[in-house]
């Protein structure tokens, strides 16, 4: 009987070959790129964060990064001005009557109209749904003028609707929903194409009805689609300050946190310090919002990007 010896040489020659180091420096590089980039991301915000713990006049002599250094000069005075300026807690209380709301309507609405885009038969669903998509491309800035005019003609004003006992926000949850609904039906209809046609075939031989498979069968299976889109939705809502300030005005009662932030720094941008303040404050609830979905935001963000 022959037994054959491993060479020593040969071994360590093949551990050592091009490819295997083609592959470890290739992920050396990649580790190091990946890693480059996200500080590079993350100095602007470090440098906001330190500035404001600065004082005023530190601010306007020296860069940010000059703090880092002995004599360390670090202060709440910006924190607690912006508190003491400005009403936060109502403006907290605005954006989440805005922010949820506006969130919930266009996302349920979507997830209907995308089961139908997907699954459904009916004339003109292909032009239909292509008209949907092409509203991606619309500014929202051309929208403004007659979905106002609209409003004022329908009484939907927050002084209006306030005076008749009905909620002041009403404008900007149908706003807000209007503008979310074509990128929602979008990425909501590509998730549920990709969804085995099995299911729906065996569904509807145990006689299961339109309402059943949507609810029993589409919507748990679409979790990662729909939690990327209450991400996505819920962030654009929070830190809008365009369409608020188009649909609520000066009205301070409405008013969600982006405008009363604004409102802190005057016409001739003195007080500006406080905005470094007010931008850490604001980031608190949509950074909670992605941290606790961030484990279905690359899923869903990839529905439909592979058939299989």
Do not use: C
């Amino acid at each position: 009987m022959t037994i054959a010896v491993a060479s020593p040489t040969s071994s360590t020659t093949a551990r050592f070959s091009p490819r295997w180091l083609s592959d470890r420096l290739g992920g050396f590089v990649l580790h190091v790129v990946v890693i480059g980039l996200t500080v590079a991301w993350m100095v602007p915000t470090i440098g906001l964060l330190i500035t404001s713990f600065r004082l005023p006049a530190d601010i306007s002599n020296s860069g940010w990064w000059t703090a880092l250094s002995p004599p360390f000069k670090f202060t709440l005075d910006n924190y607690s001005q912006m508190f003491a300026a400005s009403n936060l807690g109502q403006s907290l209380f605005n954006s989440f009557m805005i922010s949820i709301p506006a969130t919930v309507i266009p996302v349920t609405l979507a997830a209907f109209a995308a089961y139908a885009f997907a699954w459904m038969k009916f004339p003109g669903r292909d032009w239909i749904f292509l008209a949907l998509v092409g509203l991606l491309a619309v500014p929202l800035q051309l929208t403004f003028i007659p979905v106002t005019t609209e409003f004022v003609k329908l009484g939907l004003t927050p002084q209006h609707l306030t005076a008749i006992g009905l909620p002041p926000f009403i404008p900007l949850w149908l706003a807000h929903a209007g503008y979310g609904l074509p990128f929602s039906i979008y990425l909501l209809s590509n998730f549920f194409r990709a969804l085995p046609s099995d299911l729906f075939e065996s569904a509807e031989i145990d006689g299961a009805g339109t309402l059943t498979v949507f609810f029993r069968i589409v919507l748990p299976l679409s979790v990662p689609a729909i939690a990327s889109l209450v991400i996505f939705q819920f962030l654009w809502v929070w830190n809008d300050l365009l369409v608020a300030l188009i649909y609520v005005g000066g009205v301070a009662t409405v008013a969600p946190v982006t405008v009363t932030l604004v409102n802190l720094v005057g016409s001739y941008g003195q007080n500006y310090q406080l905005l470094t303040a007010a931008a850490f404050f604001s980031m608190i609830v949509p950074l909670v919002v992605f941290l606790s979905l961030q484990r279905y935001f690359v899923r869903g963000i990839l529905a439909g990007s592979v058939k299989g």
